[in-house]
């Protein structure tokens, strides 16, 4: 049975050229080509909509008192550190792997947990089920990479990948809007159950047009083989040299720090905004969600935009425009928090800066800055750091709101009422810190060869 199953996602054996003419073959290539890009940019966006269908209904949840605000930021949490975990075993398994099955999988099985959650009342059972869609999740990006790699060589493959970046803004939007439209209509079960939908039929139509390699069909591969030989002692000293000169140096772990930090602000927003605009601003699901919403929108063009900043404005600096968003971090979240009252144009202001904002630090601090100053040979090493690190400060993240927010809840006249004085610190803090972690590293530069 292992072995039927190692079969099954095992890389697509090659087909023999059976094109009548040249043409037909360039023309199969780019419908193939565009058929991968596109299938895995909505694919990896509805990944997203089951990942993110636990925020939506985060205040019906505990006005039903299904589970507390505790009990959900661990439930939260869970999925961070399985996910974090997932992204450095698959990672591996995709380059090995069928990807058109292997992404499928993945999004099959977290669109079916989140059918079984709309079920579901029991904590560990929920916490435990999250956590199984956390490392299934892990498998989306990994394929999506892989299929790119495969698909579009080097002179193309940056500006496809760039735009495949956007997918995950593309999914929380898609999530704040339909998903809170099915919550406000039918409750917070139906969330659940429609992000499932949603997942198995983004499941069809990666199963239906992403595919695994151009020689599956009858292509020529894009990337001509290099040469191979085999690495000598020598060479291995030196990856291994590398990269443990990566986990020695301070700079890598002072970012690593920094995006975590960074992290804890971007899930705070993205995990419990629209839980903070109904108990504390008094909007309803849907106009919560439609605010949380706009960061997600406006955080494809501060992706897009990042490397034109850094590289026209700045010279190829990191530094200086890192400092810049991570500062206009601060502000937007100061916006959203301490700003009192309902003003549907401040909250929006705020989500439009944060949403600019994070999507350049997402390329900085999540991982450019580090690649910068790592060895070459050690780039993965780099990123891994820095990967693991954010996640971990996800999850942290979510645990501590939820504690911080159960804590400061008081009963008034019959009614629930929040204090949100020290999640606003918490969040701000987190922000404020992830730049001062980055100005450590102002003048870092990679170590001579």
């Not at 990191?318 to 009252?341: D, E, M, T």
Request: charged residues 15%; proline residues 2%; contains cysteine.
């Amino acid at each position: 049975m292992f072995r039927s199953i190692l079969n099954f996602y095992r890389v697509s054996k090659a087909r023999p050229c059976s094109f009548a003419s040249p043409d037909e073959q360039r023309k199969k290539m780019t419908y193939y080509k565009w058929s991968t890009f596109l299938s895995a940019t909505l694919g990896y966006g509805m990944y997203y909509v089951c990942r993110l269908s636990l925020n939506v209904v985060k205040k019906p949840i505990v006005e039903e008192g299904v589970f507390s605000e505790t009990e959900l930021g661990i439930i939260g949490s869970v999925l961070f550190f399985t996910y974090a975990i997932g992204k450095f075993t698959n990672g591996f398994l995709a380059d090995r792997s069928n990807i058109n099955r292997f992404m499928s999988t993945g999004l099959l099985v977290t669109a079916l947990v989140n059918l079984c959650l709309g079920f579901v009342n029991s904590f560990i059972l929920f916490a435990v089920l999250w956590g199984i869609s956390g490392w299934f999740q892990s498998m989306g990006a990994a394929s999506c990479v892989v299929g790119l790699s495969r698909w579009f060589d080097d002179k193309e493959r940056g500006s496809f990948y760039g735009f495949w970046s956007a997918s995950h803004n593309i999914g929380e939007a898609l999530t704040f809007i339909i998903v809170a439209s099915v919550v406000s209509a039918w409750g917070w079960r139906y969330g659940f159950w429609g992000a499932g939908m949603v997942g198995i039929v983004g499941a069809l139509i990666v199963w239906q047009f992403f595919h695994d390699n151009p020689q599956s069909k009858g292509l020529p591969s894009v990337n001509k083989p290099k040469e191979k030989k085999v690495m000598t002692e020598t060479e291995t000293a030196d990856y291994n040299k590398a990269q443990k000169q990566v986990l020695l140096m301070p700079a890598i772990w002072v970012l690593a720090l920094s995006s975590a930090f960074m992290y804890i602000s971007r899930y705070a927003v993205n995990s419990w905004g629209v839980f903070y605009l109904e108990a504390q601003k008094g909007y309803s699901t849907l106009d919560a969600s439609f605010i949380i919403s706009i960061n997600s929108v406006c955080g494809i063009v501060g992706t897009v935009l990042s490397g034109f900043v850094s590289d026209k404005l700045f010279g190829g600096k990191r530094n200086a425009p890192a400092l810049i968003f991570g500062l206009l971090n601060v502000l937007a979240l100061c916006l959203f928090l301490l700003v009192p009252g309902t003003h549907l144009w401040i909250d929006t202001l705020a989500m439009v800066l944060f949403g600019l904002s994070i999507g350049v630090l997402l390329c900085f601090l999540g991982g450019l800055m580090a690649v910068d100053i790592a060895p070459r040979n050690a780039s993965g090493a780099a990123l891994g750091v820095v990967g693991i690190a954010s996640y971990v400060g996800a999850g942290v993240q979510d645990v501590m709101s939820g504690v911080l927010i159960e804590g400061h809840k008081s009963m008034v006249n019959g009614v629930e009422v929040y204090d949100f004085t020290a999640i606003n610190w918490f969040w701000i803090g987190a922000a404020v810190l992830s730049v001062l972690c980055a100005l450590m590293v102002w003048n870092a530069k990679a170590p001579k060869e």
